[in-house]
């Protein structure tokens, strides 16, 4: 402590103090080049310093930017005579010389500065006191579409001029969500999410928003704030998906052909198709003018639709909206013959059957679309041979080709075949078919059954699909190998589920009862089966079939502990390959029949992408998941019952990745304070994010960094820290004090065409105070507010406070008497002496 020098720098009124101020000092000293550093605003007459004289100087000399203010006594104490005002001068920059008695310089002149350190003095003031802006409907988020500017007279490089804006009212505001955001640091407006989905001219063409700035960075509760009101019309987007096209298929009409069109809002869009189904040849193209071309003939029969999507961007390959979707459906021509059923359909046809009879139905096929006049088919018997006892016996009907007999009854030793010659047409093309008809004896004997009553049968409930578990027999005397011998056996009561079915040996009629579906015996554990037999061809009239024609069995399913089982035997899910770690991607869910609790885990998750939730079945992912190393994931899932015999199902989980890259990589903001110290002492680095705003399916950043511009490698280096964060170095120290707009390429690797954006980074390169960037400020006329920021203000009177106490307390001992008031003194401190 040098309480001389304390004493020295007090105030004007206790001058005659200093007479003694000998020693050199944070306060006194001899004359040479010195920086002061002064905030602005504070009381007049404060002391600076005082420089020591030496003979045979005997008076000094102060010139330069004084503007007044900076005065220096003969005995070399200089002060100020009222308060600075950093946004008249930030700097003055003052010589002192030291003369003699004749005025002629001793010493000097030295350069003395003084920087005027800014204090809260302004407040931040709108451009404008109202904003008009328009936005369209559907606009990207995030996308500014207006900007509201303040300006603040203190220093930028300070808090006191750092602006911070927000949106604090929006007018109307339904369900409390807003549609509008801003930038807080550069006033930008633009839409989010929801404004981007919701808002519409028709239901509420306008908004207002009532926006404020406030200073110290809006972190401070002292503040200043300003606010302005906004008005934003919303208007029609006329980017809308166009109406679905039909395209008529095999088109002999000259390609390209227009089909449809998309319009972006304003002039100078780029258009273009990204076809999403990956078709190995996309056959759509789009022109500058947004219209929509088919590149050649469709074939519906190939395939029936196409979507796709239309695309447009602005002059730096950005997405200017969401795409739109593209419906195309292709119109069916009738291009298709139609096809016979079998290449001989054969029917049979019972001695004496009466006239009218139904003989069977006969279907041929087109594969032009269903349902329409160009699969509907007409049948005409063009032939019957032999013509035996006469022709035209058969009649079809043309719609529905139902076979009937048209003239008389068949006799069997006339012929025992008839071939017919069937032409099917759809009203373009005719096919000929070929249908043979064997007359047969009649059907007057029913089958028997060897036995009515098969007894009990107790099979375990986990006896296979597949197996035989009985062998029924019935017999009928009717002519061997035709319609009338053969017998079907139906189950008509007991298994309403269709558990059981019954196949025919064709040449012994032995009927083997299959199981068809998985017994159970929760749900079914006795069953009283009855089955019929029958002929495929009908029972000539007085004949009927009677209870020698029915048999039954009783079923018993005993109990099994089962196992598990899965509800689907593959499961799906579908995310995009850039979803977070634990993000649920699928569930799957398994039942124990005998009720038990059921344990899940995975089986053959090879890459250690998931995990699932033992107890729910939840699946999520466990680890960053990459398209580009498997586009659908395949697992199995186990189903474990708890207790019991630890039975377990397997099913299957398919994870399919989407990927989609539409948007290039852009900064994550806007860097507007990267700075390096003029000048450079040794080569430094900054670091800086990227982003991606695909819009519905967020990509996992995994960008590459480098120079936009070759002749800058001499002087930066860009490096990648890692997929979203890179480095900026420069390779040397000769920067000029300005800013440099580095131009950096952003790619973001995406497949299948990797998109690359070039973005400009501000990095300043300017003289340093307090390592922070000082910025002079271009001089701004006009008396300095009155309004001063109380928090300084605090801080300042505080420290002012204590030395004014520990000088009193000097003075009080060293000087008793000494009548000494004060002013306040401001905070001052020499930087570099
Ligand atoms: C408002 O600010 C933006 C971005 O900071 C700037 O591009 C624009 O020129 C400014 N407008 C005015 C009127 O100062
Ligand atoms: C297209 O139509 C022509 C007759 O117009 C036909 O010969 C051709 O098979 C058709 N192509 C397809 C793919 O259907
Ligand atoms: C033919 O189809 C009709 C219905 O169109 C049906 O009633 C009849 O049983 C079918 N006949 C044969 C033998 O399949
Ligand atoms: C009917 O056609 C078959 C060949 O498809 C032939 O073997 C048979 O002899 C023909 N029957 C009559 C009666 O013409
Ligand atoms: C078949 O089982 C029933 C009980 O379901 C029993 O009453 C009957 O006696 C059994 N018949 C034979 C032949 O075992
Ligand atoms: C059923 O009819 C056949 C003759 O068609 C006869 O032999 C048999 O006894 C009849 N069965 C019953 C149960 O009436
Ligand atoms: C599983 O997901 C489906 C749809 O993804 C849902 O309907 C079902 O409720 C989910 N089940 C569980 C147990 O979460
Ligand atoms: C990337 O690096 C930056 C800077 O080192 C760090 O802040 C960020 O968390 C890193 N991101 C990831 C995903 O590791």
């Known amino acids: 402590m040098m309480p001389r020098a304390h004493l020295c720098s007090l105030s004007l009124l206790i001058l005659y103090l200093t007479t003694g101020c000998g020693q050199e000092s944070r306060f006194s000293g001899p004359l040479k080049p010195m920086t002061f550093s002064i905030f602005e605003g504070q009381e007049s007459s404060q002391i600076i310093f005082q420089f020591k ?41 003052l010589q002192v010389a030291t003369v003699d008695a004749n005025g002629a310089i001793v010493e000097g002149p030295v350069p003395i500065t003084i920087e005027v350190k800014d204090i809260n003095d302004n407040r931040p003031t709108f451009l404008q006191s109202k904003y008009e802006g328009s936005v369209r409907q559907n606009s990207r988020p995030g996308k500014p579409f207006m900007y509201v500017n303040a300006t603040d007279l203190d220093d930028p490089a300070t808090p006191n001029g750092q602006l911070f804006y927000e949106i604090v009212i929006q007018m109307p505001k339904i369900n409390n969500v807003m549609y509008f955001q801003i930038n807080d640091k550069t006033g930008a407006i633009s839409l989010t999410r929801e404004g981007a989905l919701e808002l519409d001219p028709i239901k509420n063409p306008s ?55 998309v319009r972006w809002n304003d002039l100078g869009a780029h258009y273009s198709l990204v076809d999403k189904e990956k078709l190995p040849r996309f056959p759509f193209s789009i022109d500058q003018e947004g219209d929509i071309y088919v590149t050649q003939p ?98 079809v009907e043309a719609h529905t080709g139902k076979f009937q007999l048209a003239k008389r009854s068949l006799r069997k030793q006339d012929t025992s075949q008839y071939n017919l010659t ?57 002519e061997p190998l035709t319609g009338s011998a053969k ?12 558990r059981l079915g019954v196949d025919t040996d064709p040449h012994t009629n032995a009927g083997y009862v299959i199981v068809k579906r998985p017994l159970d015996f929760e749900t079914a554990a006795v069953s009283n089966i009855v089955f019929k037999a029958e002929n495929p061809e009908p029972l000539v009239s007085g004949v009927a079939y009677n209870a020698s024609s029915f048999a039954k069995f009783k079923l018993i399913v005993t109990d099994v502990n ?74 199995q899932v186990v189903a474990t019952e708890v207790g019991g015999s630890s039975l377990n199902a397997v099913s299957h989980f398919h994870l399919t990745l989407m990927d989609v890259n ?55 280096e860009v490096s990648k ?68 920021a109380v928090g300084i203000l605090l801080t300042t009177f505080l420290v002012i406070g204590i030395i004014l106490a520990a000088v009193f307390i000097r003075i009080k001992k060293d000087k008793g008497k000494d009548n000494v008031q004060s002013t306040q003194t401001s905070e001052v401190e020499p930087l570099r002496s």
Request: hydrophobic letters at 35%; one cysteine or more; glycine letters at 6%.
């Open 53 to 93: 004289v030496n003979p045979p100087a005997v008076n000094f000399e102060l010139t330069g930017e004084t503007d007044n203010i900076f005065k220096i006594e003969p005995n070399g104490l200089l002060y100020l005579t009222k308060a600075l005002d950093r946004e008249t001068r930030s700097i003055h920059n």
């Open 207 to 261: 908004y207002n928003l009532v926006v404020s700035v406030k200073d110290m960075g809006g972190q401070n509760e002292n503040s200043f704030s300003d606010t302005t009101s906004v008005n934003i019309m919303v208007t029609e987007n006329i980017w809308k998906a166009p109406a679905p096209v039909e395209i008529v298929e095999n088109s002999t009409a000259p390609h390209p052909i227009k089909v449809t069109q």
């Open 662 to 716: 539409d948007s290039p990589p852009r900064l994550v903001k806007e860097y507007t304070g990267l700075f390096f110290c003029y000048p450079l002492s040794a080569p430094g680095s900054l670091i800086f994010e990227a982003t991606d705003d695909d819009w519905q399916f967020p990509r996992g950043p995994q960008f590459t960094f480098s120079l936009g511009s070759e002749s800058l490698q001499k002087d930066w």
């Open 298 to 395: 469709l074939d519906r029969e190939e395939k029936d639709s196409y979507n796709f999507y239309a695309v447009a961007r602005d002059e730096q390959g950005q997405p200017l909206a969401r795409p739109l979707e593209i419906h195309v459906k292709v119109k069916d021509i009738n291009d298709n013959p139609p096809t016979c059923p079998s290449a001989v359909t054969v029917f049979e046809v019972q001695e004496k059957e009466p006239l009218g009879n139904i003989i069977g139905n006969f279907t041929a096929y087109d594969n032009d679309e269903e349902n329409n006049v160009h699969s509907m088919l007409f049948y005409r018997i063009v032939e019957q041979t032999p013509h035996i006892p006469e022709d035209g016996l058969f009649l």
């Open 721 to 788: 820290i890692n997929g979203t964060h890179a480095s900026l170095s420069t390779k040397h120290t000769n920067f000029e004090e300005r800013v440099y707009e580095v131009p950096i390429r952003i790619n973001d690797g995406g497949r299948p065409s990797p998109l690359e954006g070039i973005v400009s980074l501000p990095v300043t390169v300017c003289k340093c105070v307090e390592e922070r960037c000082f910025q002079p400020v271009s001089r701004q006329p006009g008396m300095p507010t009155v309004g001063m």
């Open 562 to 635: 089962e196992a598990p089982v899965f509800s689907q035997h593959v499961f799906q899910g579908k995310v995009s390959e850039a979803v977070t770690i634990g993000t649920k991607v699928g569930n799957v869910t398994a039942k124990d029949p005998e009720g038990l609790d059921i344990r899940y885990s995975l089986r053959g998750d090879r890459r250690g992408w998931l995990k699932i939730d033992p107890v729910t079945g939840e699946i999520f992912s466990a680890a960053p998941l990459d398209r580009e190393a498997e586009s659908v994931y395949q697992v």
């Open 487 to 498: 017998i079907l056996y139906r189950i008509i009561e007991g298994d309403s589920k269709g």
């Open 422 to 478: 069937v032409e099917v047409h759809d009203n373009a093309f005719q096919t000929l078919c070929a249908v043979q008809i064997n007359v047969i004896d009649i059907n007057d004997q029913i089958p028997i059954f060897e036995k009515s009553d098969y007894g009990n049968l107790t099979i375990p409930e986990d006896t296979n699909v597949g197996s035989t578990i009985l062998t029924i027999q019935a017999t009928d005397n009717d």
